[in-house]
């Protein structure tokens, strides 16, 4: 039984991604159709198509491979100005070039129908229509997450107070709070004079005073505020804050938080996003780093990070396990569950966002260079300088798009193979 739950959370898990990714198509069709654009496909999925159906002059479907989506707009690609570079590369770009205007008649071009024609605040709300569509799904699920059932949050009073830094056999050297005498159930209110009133404030004050002496002042039931002793300060290595996988030599004094369920309003959840976009950030820049590390991983059978990078179909096993998970509650379970579907949705939308293409960062940086180009052109009253020919970084899609497919294949066979294991 609990190994069906877990195949039916996976799949209805996947299911939601790829509606997922249908919505952030459809936040590139609606504005494209909006402001004129020629639309003739909407699909979800790739290869052979398994179902269609036409509405005026854009196919609608779903195609066999169920791993992304696409909207083609029509025009993509303004009409080539000679001389153009010799090479494989620049032959590849033409050809592209070319299949797209074979479907483009004169009545396009005259009425203004093909995406290049269009102003660069129109393509930039057209390209950045689906990034945003993650961001509300990722936000109005975060948030539905935080009313519903809240957020566990760390509080400053103390749960418990580590009597040695390291762990035995290591020699037990005392941390800064069981030095200075914290207890169970005290509230820490100052650290060195400072008032803290948050978890996270405490955290990034003691990781920033490093060996330095340490001062806590606490609230301590039935004895009111109290000044604990100075004691010297203590380092160790801790995973970094923007980044869980990177380790840093930062200050610790050994103390941990007890929690709340905290329902947080929509200040709190874009704080979160923010801080979770900086995190996906740092991820995205260690990608490819991150990719090889897990094929050597599979490859010597070590463990799998549970911070390293995941396929759709990993994130969808993890959805498995935290349904049959018998370590949290039921609500628990579907918070965690739902939680995991808006950060996907996050991702996607900060992934897409980079600017290169074949993601839709790309094709927006191509748009502000181009209006950039066009309001320096007036400003020293020059002749317009006309579009930028994105076409001409179609060898920078295939690089990338070659890539982001290998990638997927690493980490799709070390999802099946090697899965992440979280509870």
């Not at 991820?283 to 010597?300: G, H, Q, W, Y």
Request: with cysteine; net charge neutral; hydrophobic share 50%.
């Amino acid at each position: 039984m609990e190994f069906l739950i877990a195949i039916v959370a996976g799949i209805g898990f996947f299911a939601l991604v790829m509606a997922s990714i249908a919505l952030h198509e459809i936040g590139h069709l609606l504005p494209a159709k909006l402001f004129g654009v020629k639309v003739t496909q909407y699909f979800v999925g790739f290869w052979k198509t398994l179902w269609s159906t036409r509405r005026g002059e854009t196919e609608y479907g779903l195609k066999l491979l169920p791993l992304g989506g696409y909207v083609r707009l029509v025009g993509m690609y303004p009409p080539a100005v000679p001389p153009t570079r010799p090479g494989r590369l620049a032959e590849l770009a033409e050809e592209a070039r070319a299949a797209e205007w074979a479907d483009i008649t004169p009545v396009d071009v005259a009425g203004n129908r093909l995406f290049y024609q269009k102003a660069t605040w129109q393509k930039l709300v057209i390209m950045f229509g689906g990034p945003f569509m993650n961001i509300l799904l990722a936000f109005f699920i975060f948030q539905g997450v935080n009313l519903a059932y809240g957020q566990a949050q760390p509080q400053l009073t103390v749960a418990a107070v580590l009597e040695c830094v390291d762990q035995a056999p290591a020699p037990c050297v005392r941390p800064p709070a069981a030095a200075a005498g914290l207890q169970r159930d005290d509230r820490i209110v100052a650290f060195n004079g400072g008032e803290v009133t948050t978890w996270s404030q405490l955290t990034n004050a003691i990781r920033a005073n490093g060996a330095r002496p340490v001062t806590l002042t606490v609230e301590r039931p039935g004895q009111g505020r109290i000044d604990l002793p100075q004691v010297p300060g203590a380092v160790r290595e801790l995973p970094g804050l923007d980044d869980p996988t990177a380790t840093v030599t930062a200050g610790y004094i050994g103390v941990q938080p007890t929690y709340a369920m905290v329902q947080v309003g929509p200040g709190q959840t874009l704080a979160d996003m923010w801080s979770m976009t900086s995190q996906s950030v740092v991820a995205l820049a260690k990608f490819p780093v991150s990719v090889v590390t897990t094929a050597v991983d599979v490859v010597t059978g070590k463990p799998r990070d549970v911070n390293g990078p995941i396929s759709v179909v990993g994130a969808s096993v993890v959805a498995g396990q935290i349904a049959t998970s018998e370590q949290i509650s039921l609500g628990s379970r579907i918070a965690t569950f739902f939680s995991l579907l808006a950060s996907v949705n996050l991702f996607v939308a900060i992934l897409n966002l980079v600017p290169l293409l074949p993601f839709d960062g790309g094709h927006m940086a191509g748009a502000l260079w181009e209006g950039l180009r066009r309001w320096a052109a007036r400003w020293f009253r020059r002749p317009d300088p006309g579009y930028v020919d994105t076409a001409k970084l179609l060898p920078v899609a295939y690089v990338v798009g070659g890539f982001l497919v290998l990638a997927g294949v690493v980490l799709i066979v070390a999802d099946v193979l090697s899965p992440i294991r979280i509870v």
